[in-house]
């Protein structure tokens, strides 16, 4: 009976890991799945072109819907534009505000790499901004 006892042991240790390996694979694949989603939703979030070129590609767009999507999408970044021009000025309010209060509590040795620190996150938003046209 022992051997026999043996025997089932093993079964059972060969299924339960099988069962974690295919658990395993489809958490992985899961993840995989939502990082590819995210990547691809981010690269055509704030690009016209790639998102009528999915558009097109994932919907077979007719040549009358593209135009149509693509004055929908050409309205909806001015609408975006207004709104960027409208709200602007109070976030740079909010963000100077902030940004005294952080001075506030650095030593004076800290300050200056804050201030380079400032400078460079003030640049790569400018950039940012004049590569999504504002």
Known sequence: ????????????????????GIALGGVGVYLVSARVQAARAQATAHNPASTMAMFTRDLNLTADQQKQIQAIISDTRAHYAELHDKFDPEYERVRHEGRERIRETLTAEQRPKFEDLLRQMDEDRRRRNAEQGR
């Open 1 to 20: 009976m022992d051997g026999n006892n043996g025997n089932r042991k093993a079964v059972a240790l060969v299924l339960v890991v099988f069962v974690l």
